[in-house]
Structure formats: structure tokens, C-alpha cells
T-cell receptor, first 115, second 117 residues
Framework: KAGVTQTPRYLIKTRGQQVTLSCSPI?????VSWYQQTPGQGLQFLFE???????NKGNFPGRFSGRQFSNSRSEMNVSTLELGDSALYLC??????????????FGDGTRLSIL | AQKITQTQPGMFVQEKEAVTLDCTYD???????LFWYKQPSSGEMIFLIY??????QNATEGRYSLNFQKARKSANLVISASQLGDSAMYFC??????????????FGQGTTLQVKP
């Protein structure tokens, strides 16, 4: 069974640009969550998508947005990039049952560097 | 407030010995799940073990076991017979059940484990 696939693995951008990251979940999983990982702030929840709808959102500015397609693949977009957006972005998929005990399964992440 | 605390930034263990990684959590909710993940230097997060708040037995998965003490709000990970490949960062995480918490894991700051040959 294929795992969670994130593309690209590495990205280098400059301040002010925008970027789109992609995540393909495990087949059958309908929930995709996104996280930002930095040395200073650790792992922080960005948002979760389920059946093409944003179901939950963390405390990030509106520059961070996402969407989910009918095949459950998800994209995350960051506009007007800032130096502080340099991070490892991880996506995770799960079945998405609201009170499920099923774990989230993570991709390898996209490492974004802002120059 | 919902919070996970891992007080050990770094740990060393001798190969083949057991090691305990500490995790305490804070939530006023009654229904939640606790998870442990392993993150090697390559970056991927690998799910290790899960414990539900209503589970009476401590979870075990191969060499991993979770020492769950609900009254103390602790969920320590025990790795038995450490191997060199266990060297990684370990994260404790919590998911509180309920519609306002869907898809959201709250992570601790992590513990770096180094296994010595």
C-alpha cells in the first residue's frame, strides 16, 4: 500500500513569491492535515481537509491556504513568502472519522527555504 | 489549554538496553488519544504506538510500549532492546476528540535519542 506522497521534496524561493505544495494521501483516506515544523516553534497544525472541505484550522495568517480535490489529494499554498516561512511542511492522512483512534500517517515532507 | 510536554531534549542509551522517554499532557477533555512518532534525520514521521484515554491496558507494539498513567497525565514511551536504528527524534502527540479538534495533533517539543554501540 503506497504511503503519503509529498511533492516536491525541496523548494527554494525568495521573499514575496508564492508556493504550492502537494500531498497525495494513502488510498482511501479522506482526511489530510498539514503541519509546519521549525526549530523554534516545533510542529504546528495548519489545517485539515476532509471531503474537499476545510474542517479545522490552526492559528496561521491568511497567507496560508489549502484545498482538497475529489480524489482526496491536497495542496497547500503560501503567498507573499516571508523568511520565517522557511520550514519543513508535513502532510498527514487518515480515515478522518471524527473521534477515531486511527493514527495519522505522514509524508516525507517538503523542505521550503526562503532566501 | 491543551499541551504536551517532553522534558528531555536529548537522551543517550546503550545498544540493547531499554530506555524511557517522558511525556506529560494537559487537557480538561475526557476523550483523547495519545500518540508517539519517530522522526529520523531524513524528516519523515513514523507512527509508533497509540493509547486511548479510555484504554485500561497499556499499549504495546513490538519493542515499544506506552506507560500510561492517567491520573498523573503521563504517557511515557518505553523502547526495549535499543538498536542503532532507533537513533532519531521522538515526538509525543495528543488528539482531543470532538468536532473542533478534527485532524489536529498537538505535539511536544521532541526528544532526541542516540543509541550508542
Amino acid at each position: 500500500k503506497a504511503g503519503v506522497t509529498q511533492t516536491p521534496r525541496y523548494l527554494i524561493k525568495t521573499r514575496g513569491q508564492q508556493v504550492t505544495l502537494s500531498c497525495s494521501p494513502i488510498s482511501g483516506h479522506r482526511s489530510v492535515s498539514w503541519y509546519q515544523q521549525t526549530p523554534g516553534q516545533g510542529l504546528q497544525f495548519l489545517f485539515e481537509y476532509f471531503s474537499e472541505t476545510q474542517r479545522n484550522k490552526g492559528n496561521f495568517p491568511g497567507r496560508f491556504s489549502g484545498r482538497q480535490f475529489s480524489n482526496s489529494r491536497s495542496e497547500m499554498n503560501v503567498s507573499t513568502l516571508e523568511l520565517g516561512d522557511s520550514a519543513l511542511y508535513l502532510c498527514a492522512s487518515s480515515w478522518g472519522d471524527r473521534d477515531s483512534n486511527q493514527p495519522q500517517h505522514f509524508g516525507d515532507g517538503t523542505r521550503l527555504s526562503i532566501l | 489549554a491543551q499541551k504536551i510536554t517532553q522534558t528531555q531534549p536529548g537522551m543517550f542509551v546503550q545498544e540493547k538496553e531499554a530506555v524511557t522517554l517522558d511525556c506529560t499532557y494537559d487537557t480538561s477533555d475526557q476523550s483523547y488519544g495519545l500518540f508517539w512518532y519517530k522522526q529520523p534525520s531524513s524528516g519523515e514521521m513514523i507512527f509508533l504506538i497509540y493509547q486511548g484515554s479510555y484504554d485500561e491496558q497499556n499499549a504495546t507494539e513490538g519493542r515499544y510500549s506506552l506507560n500510561f498513567q492517567k491520573a498523573r497525565k503521563s504517557a511515557n514511551l518505553v523502547i526495549s532492546a535499543s538498536q542503532l536504528g532507533d537513533s532519531a527524534m521522538y515526538f509525543c502527540a495528543m488528539r482531543v476528540h470532538g468536532s473542533s479538534n478534527t485532524g489536529k495533533l498537538i505535539f511536544g517539543q521532541g526528544t532526541t535519542l542516540q543509541v550508542k554501540p
